[in-house]
Each structure stands twice: as C-alpha cells, then as structure tokens.
C-alpha cells in the first residue's frame, strides 16, 4: 500500500515569511497528525484530526500555526509568520483510527528559517 | 504532565553484541508502547510495540520489556549489524484515548563493524 505523502520535502524561508505543508494520509485512515521534530529530540503533536475534525490541538502555537484537513483526507499546515525556532522536520502520519492504533509517518518536510 | 525519559542519548557497541535502550514513562494510565527507528534524514518507522497486558514481545533479534508496575520499558538488540545504527525513539500513549504519543528523546545507536 502507498504509504504517508508529504510536500515539499525541503523549504529555505526567512523570518516573518509564511509557509504551508501538504499532507496526504495512507487511504483509509481516519487520523492524521502533525508532528514537529527539532533536531536531536522526539517528535512532538501539534495536532491531531480525527477525519477533518480537531481532536487535540494543545501544543499547536495558535497565534502563528494553523491547520486543516477540510475534507476528511489530506491537510495542511501553515506557519505564519515564522521563527527562527521553527527551524525543524515536521511529520505527518496517519492511523487507522485514533487510540492505540500504529502510526505510519511520511518522510517530513525540512523547514530553515534564516 | 505526560512524560517519557530516554537513556542512554548516545550508543556505542561492536558489532555482534547486544544494545540496550531504557525508557520510563509517567502516565500509570499508559497502555501502549512502541518503539520507532529512525535512519538519518528518513523517517520514523515502526520496529516493534507493546502493550500493557504483555510482559514481554520478541521479533527475531529484537524484543521488548515491560514492567508496569515501575513503569518502565527497555528495547533489547541482539547480535547487533552495521545496519542497526540509527535513532531510536520509545513511545507512549498519553492516558487519554485519542492517541496522543509521548516520545522519548530518542538514543542514537552506532554499531561498530
């Protein structure tokens, strides 16, 4: 089965510019989350969709960050405008269903922030 | 809050021998664990999970413990490969029942040829 798509894979901006990322969940999966890895620690939720409807978005910086998933199926995160600590890989991945199901993660976009 | 510590951060072993990762976690309420390797500039996968009502799972050359009552779990490698160096991360499942993981900040794992 094809797995988690993401886009772009690498994105250069500077500070106060904004930036979207595109996700596309394994087909049939009705989770989907937003994870931020800063170099040399774990991933972290931003936020998580259960088909286009928020479940937890505690961690999401609301005043700068904000995402969608209007139809049930892709979504995307925005920044804007953006740090220099925004500076990280952010992952997407996708469940079957929320709870302890496997989460199955794209490869990440890679955002610099100058 | 929910909290997963990772150790060692760093790794080092020669190939053929074991590696061992510990985590520990703060949420009694957590009832799944898996464990993610990733290889640089690619992403997380899954390698092997479990859950509370198991003591122990084993695949191959790799297997997880888990002592609920101490709250804590460790990823066991055995006979470790040059292909096994990588990132390691261990999860856990916030007690809520969305499924929220809490990651551990990951051990990198250098196998010596």
């Known amino acids: 089965e094809a797995g988690v798509a993401q886009s772009p894979r690498y994105k250069i901006i500077e500070k106060r510019q904004s930036v979207a990322f595109w996700c596309n969940p394994i087909s049939g999966h009705a989770t989907l989350y937003w994870y931020q890895q800063i170099l040399g620690q774990g991933p972290k939720l931003l936020i998580q969709f259960q088909n286009n409807g928020v479940v937890d978005d505690s961690q999401l910086p609301k005043d700068r960050f904000s995402a969608e998933r209007l139809k049930g199926v892709d979504s995307t995160l925005k920044i804007q405008p953006a740090k220099l600590e925004d500076s990280a890989v952010y992952l997407c991945?996708?469940?079957?269903?929320?709870?302890?199901?496997?989460?199955?993660f794209g490869p990440g976009t890679r955002l610099l922030v100058l | 809050g929910e909290n997963v510590e990772q150790h060692p951060s760093t790794l080092s072993v020669q190939e053929g021998d074991s590696a061992v990762i510990k985590c520990t976690y703060s949420d009694s309420a957590s009832n799944y664990f898996p464990w993610y390797k990733q290889e640089l500039g690619k992403r997380p996968q899954l390698i092997i999970d479990?859950?509370?009502?198991?003591g122990e799972k084993k695949d191959q050359r790799i297997a997880v413990t888990l002592n609920k009552t101490a709250k804590h779990f460790s990823l066991h490698i055995t006979e470790t490969q040059p292909e096994d160096s990588a990132v390691y991360f261990c999860?856990?499942?916030?007690?809520?029942?969305?499924?929220?993981?809490?990651f551990g900040q990951g051990t990198t794992l250098q196998v010596k040829p």
């Open positions: 999860a856990a499942y916030g007690s809520s029942n969305t499924g929220k993981l809490i």
């Open positions: 991945a996708s469940s079957f269903d929320s709870g302890r199901e496997t989460q199955y």
């Open positions: 479990i859950r509370s009502n198991v």
